[in-house]
């Protein structure tokens, strides 16, 4: 399939979703939504893709967030008939899917970054949510993504002062999980990426699925879905391949079933 606004390509496994316009530093155009979303779909479809990772074009911009021309134009009304939301098809995209922040990460683009399971950074990358200086605030999950992995505190802060902050601080923070040198970024996320891709396909998916489901829900009712999808898992061919595998001192062939 071809893009306009995205590149798209696979290596062993790990799908990447390039973000390909500088012209507009990678701004979430409408146009540009729709390309990742089309291209989320076609690696869920996908038995070869394992993993995917989102990143941006070049070293310099991730995405600079929201088309504010295009936002500008909106209404209430285009708000609230908006027909898809590609950071909720990403959280709940059924594999594992790595955020490589390789600059600038502000607003639609940082939310962009929080939809995805984790999040690694260039030394370049600087990430914030300063909608609140258009007389704005964060609405693509930021509000309540944010608070969860940095906590209320700092989560109210960046949204309150709209400050950008470096990768340093925001791996302190817990924003993001690691930060590399920017001509090292892609190369380790796939490293990463293809550790992942070494994991049993059926335990990854229900794994993640029992964590976002932990994460809205309480505890009692988290830990009785995790037991759900460990029991699923247990019963599967992959767990029997595991577990062979493992005594017979041999790498595993997995087949997600």
Same mark, same amino acid.
């Given at each position: 399939?071809?893009?306009?606004?995205?590149?798209?390509?696979?290596?062993?496994?790990?799908?990447?979703?390039t973000?390909?316009?500088?012209d507009v530093?990678?701004?979430?155009?409408?146009?540009?939504?729709e390309d990742?979303?089309?291209?989320v779909?076609?690696a869920?479809?996908d038995?070869?893709?394992?993993?995917?990772?989102?990143t941006?074009?070049?070293?310099?911009?991730?995405?600079?967030g929201?088309?504010?021309?295009?936002?500008?134009?909106n209404?209430?009304?285009?708000?609230?008939?908006?027909?898809?939301?590609?950071?909720?098809?990403?959280?709940?995209?059924?594999?594992?899917?790595?955020?490589?922040?390789?600059g600038?990460?502000?607003?639609?683009g940082?939310? @962009?970054?929080?939809?995805?399971?984790?999040?690694?950074?260039?030394?370049?990358a600087?990430?914030?949510?300063?909608?609140?200086?258009?007389?704005?605030?964060?609405?693509g999950?930021?509000?309540?993504? @944010?608070?969860?992995?940095?906590?209320?505190g700092?989560?109210?802060?960046?949204?309150?002062?709209?400050?950008?902050?470096?990768?340093?601080?925001?791996?302190?923070i817990?924003?993001l999980?690691?930060?590399?040198?920017?001509?090292?970024l892609?190369?380790?996320?796939?490293?990463?990426a293809?550790?992942?891709?070494?994991?049993?396909?059926?335990?990854?998916?229900?794994?993640k699925?029992?964590?976002?489901?932990?994460?809205?829900?309480?505890?009692?009712?988290?830990?009785?879905?995790?037991r759900?999808?460990r029991?699923?898992?247990?019963?599967s061919?992959?767990?029997?391949?595991?577990?062979?595998?493992? @005594?017979?001192?041999?790498?595993?062939?997995?087949?997600g079933?």
């Amino acid at each position: 399939m071809d893009f306009k606004n995205i590149l798209w390509e696979k290596k062993e496994g790990v799908g990447i979703i390039t973000i390909n316009r500088e012209d507009v530093r990678n701004a979430l155009k409408a146009e540009i939504r729709e390309d990742i979303a089309a291209a989320v779909q076609l690696a869920e479809k996908d038995p070869e893709v394992r993993v995917v990772i989102i990143t941006g074009v070049g070293e310099k911009v991730f995405s600079a967030g929201g088309d504010i021309k295009q936002m500008a134009e909106n209404t209430m009304w285009d708000i609230l008939e908006k027909r898809y939301d590609i950071f909720a098809q990403i959280h709940n995209f059924p594999k594992p899917i790595i955020a490589a922040i390789n600059g600038l990460a502000l607003g639609g683009g940082c939310e @962009l970054a929080m939809a995805c399971d984790f999040r690694v950074g260039s030394e370049n990358a600087r990430l914030g949510q300063p909608e609140i200086n258009l007389g704005i605030f964060p609405g693509g999950g930021a509000t309540q993504r @944010l608070q969860r992995l940095v906590g209320v505190g700092r989560a109210k802060e960046l949204i309150f002062t709209g400050d950008i902050i470096n990768a340093p601080e925001a791996e302190r923070i817990g924003l993001l999980n690691k930060v590399f040198p920017a001509k090292e970024l892609m190369n380790r996320t796939i490293e990463i990426a293809m550790k992942i891709c070494s994991i049993g396909p059926l335990a990854l998916k229900l794994a993640k699925m029992s964590i976002n489901m932990g994460m809205e829900t309480g505890l009692h009712i988290g830990l009785g879905y995790e037991r759900l999808a460990r029991t699923l898992v247990h019963g599967s061919e992959d767990r029997l391949e595991g577990m062979h595998a493992f @005594l017979e001192k041999r790498k595993p062939e997995f087949r997600g079933r």
